[in-house]
């Protein structure tokens, strides 16, 4: 969800967070992980073995954007169950209650008041005129963005002797952050291919930013932009800078094996990538302690909210440092580009930020009873989940 910053959300706050919209929106979550399960156990959808358990965490994983898998998708899902974990995939990155918004707009029909409240709760918008707006956006921009992806890439992938198929699941992947691929060897092909690797990130950036954050830059025509807005620009634009030197620094600088070019691409997209792309172009264990310790940072953090993106969300993120800052500057208020922030917002940052860090812990701690793994692996991983990254510190499943 995230948090709001802003007069107009803020006046939002009550509407926002009803346990009811909330519990609405779980059921419809879990029902729907519950019925692609289904899917992907039946006979048509995989030609190998296929236990119902993997079959709901495929799901599971699909649907929350996450890209965690306990076997190889290229090898056990036939071609209706990839296209199966298409469709999920839109659903889980862009949201269910999003793509069905869409799709009444396409159809030009108005969704029920109770369903607008779910989408205006599910999107962080405050009013049922700025929902619509925003599903409009919503249809034009993914098509826009997963087609010119597909576009960009497909040429290296069937150099690489893959399908048109692939090279358009690797899109839709990408864009959702849901970090699932079809080649069967993650992004191994393409290590060594800059442009690929370039685009790839440019679409993992493009799904982080959230929504609502590229429509107000491309279609705001107000010149002063929203608090909103500015955070989220500021925080994407400071992390994707601290990634790429710590990355660049630390690890590719002295990395044999690869050209100037080629670094400088790897470190811009591990700088991306760690935020919920989910998707490696490089084994983990060639990074240093360091590297990997800040990759979990890069995963807590997230994405916007109304985004492809999970961990805690760029703006809980960002009010949290500025009441800190303020505080040991010995004002009681936070403020944020001249704004003073609410304190309700500043006390949900702060139950965000203390509610994941207990949900992680309490998760390392069980994990570390039941799963023999170095603790290191476990706490990586269990990070890796609960931010939805997907990103996979052991051997690929096989």
């Not at 989940?385 to 996979?392: I, N, Q, R």
């Amino acid at each position: 969800m995230g948090i709001s910053i802003t007069r107009e959300n803020f006046a939002m706050s009550k509407f926002q967070f009803r346990p009811a919209a909330f519990k609405m929106i779980f059921f419809i979550y879990i029902l729907s992980t519950f019925f692609f399960s289904l899917l992907y156990v039946l006979p048509i959808s995989h030609k190998q073995p296929l236990g119902f358990v993997d079959a709901f965490f495929l799901s599971a994983s699909s649907i929350s954007a996450t890209g965690l898998t306990t076997f190889t998708v290229a090898n056990t899902l036939t071609l209706a169950g990839k296209l199966i974990l298409l469709i999920q995939m839109e659903f889980g990155g862009i949201s269910i209650m999003a793509l069905v918004g869409a799709l009444l707009i396409l159809l030009r029909t108005n969704a029920p008041v109770p369903s607008q409240t779910l989408m205006i709760f599910d999107q962080n918008q405050n009013s049922s005129r700025s929902i619509s707006k925003l599903m409009s956006f919503i249809v034009t921009y993914t098509i826009a963005v997963k087609t010119a992806g597909f576009l960009l890439i497909l040429p290296s992938a069937l150099e690489n002797g893959s399908s048109a198929f692939a090279a358009f699941f690797l899109s839709v992947s990408t864009f959702t952050n849901a970090g699932f691929e079809i080649f069967g060897n993650g992004l191994d092909d393409f290590k060594g291919k800059p442009f690929v690797l370039f685009v790839l990130s440019c679409m993992i950036i493009l799904g982080v930013l959230g929504f609502a954050v590229v429509m107000e830059l491309l279609h705001s025509r107000r010149k002063k932009k929203s608090l909103y807005f500015k955070v989220n620009v500021l925080m994407h634009l400071v992390l994707l800078a601290a990634g790429f030197l710590f990355f660049f620094l630390a690890d590719f600088i002295n990395m044999p094996g690869f050209s100037w070019k080629e670094r400088i691409v790897q470190s811009l997209f591990f700088s991306a990538a760690p935020r919920s792309g989910g998707l490696a172009s490089l084994d983990l264990h060639l990074f240093s302690f360091p590297s990997l310790l800040f990759m979990m940072v890069l995963m807590f953090i997230g994405g916007s909210p109304s985004s492809c993106a999970g961990g805690i969300r760029t703006t809980t993120f960002a009010v949290i440092l500025a009441k800190l800052w303020f505080t040991i500057r010995g004002s009681n208020n936070a403020h944020m580009f001249r704004r003073t922030l609410f304190t309700e917002d500043v006390n949900k940052a702060f139950l965000v930020f203390f509610s994941f860090l207990f949900i992680f812990f309490t998760s390392f701690f069980v994990l570390s009873f039941t799963e023999k793994a170095p603790p290191f692996a476990l706490a990586f991983e269990t990070m890796s989940a609960l931010t939805t990254c997907g990103f996979l510190w052991g051997s690929r499943p096989g």
